[in-house]
């Protein structure tokens, strides 16, 4: 079956623009999770969703990033006012349970000029 | 807070030859799940194995196998009969028995030598 994929694969921004990273995840699986892939921080958890609600939001770095997700399926990720130090490659992956093996998108890859 | 430490950034092997990947960990936990995942440069992170840390026996997958030491908090990857299809980066992850997100290592990126 189809893997998570996510939208886009590359963006380029302006500092100060708003940006909207899209995941799709496994169908079915019931939890979603957000990362960060950033030269200088790793790999970093941002934010987990069981069905539509957020239980663990404690990764996201600021007041500028938010997530939603609807119908248990397609999540967004907004940032605003995008800095430099937004760039980095955001990971999507899901699960068919919590606790169980999350599967990975190609990530979008957010370049902040 | 949990951490996982890949104390070598990179490494190289022949191919066809075994190779050894390290990583150690600090926990207070008793219950936890460890994972190795492989990036390519298609950046799609895939999950090669996983280990339950109430599990003595070592997880294997193919030529993928682990020597989970718990006491020793150390989790380390070996790739038997390296093939070229397995240059990439590899992360290896913690998730608590109560959490659900993984707390990735540095990274060690393994370069196969024809």
């Known amino acids: ?113 | 807070a949990q951490t996982v430490t890949q104390s070598q950034p990179e490494m190289s092997v022949q191919e066809a030859e075994t190779v050894t990947l390290s990583c150690t960990y600090d926990t207070s936990e008793s219950d936890y799940y460890l994972f190795w995942y492989k990036q390519p440069p298609s950046r799609q992170m895939i999950l090669v194995i996983r280990q339950e840390a109430y599990k003595q026996q070592n997880a294997t997958e193919n030529r993928f196998s682990v020597n989970f030491q718990k006491a020793a908090k150390s989790f380390s990857l070996k790739i038997s009969d390296s093939q070229l299809g397995d240059a990439a980066m590899y992360f290896c992850a913690y998730r608590s028995e109560g959490a659900q997100k993984l707390v990735f290592g540095q990274g060690t990126r393994l370069t196969i030598n024809p």
Do not use: M
């Open chain 1, 1 to 113: 079956g189809a893997g998570v994929s996510q939208s886009p694969s590359n963006k380029v921004t302006e500092k100060g623009k708003d940006v909207e990273l899209r995941c799709d995840p496994i169908s079915g699986h019931t939890a979603l999770y957000w990362y960060r892939q950033s030269l200088g921080q790793g790999l970093e958890f941002l934010i987990y969703f069981q069905g539509n609600s957020a239980p663990d939001k404690s990764g996201l770095p600021s007041d500028r990033f938010s997530a939603e997700r609807t119908g248990g399926s397609v999540s967004t990720l907004t940032i605003q006012r995008t800095q430099q130090e937004d760039s980095a490659v955001y990971l999507c992956a899901s699960s068919l349970l919590t606790r169980s093996e999350q599967y990975f998108g190609p990530g979008t890859r957010l370049t902040v000029t």
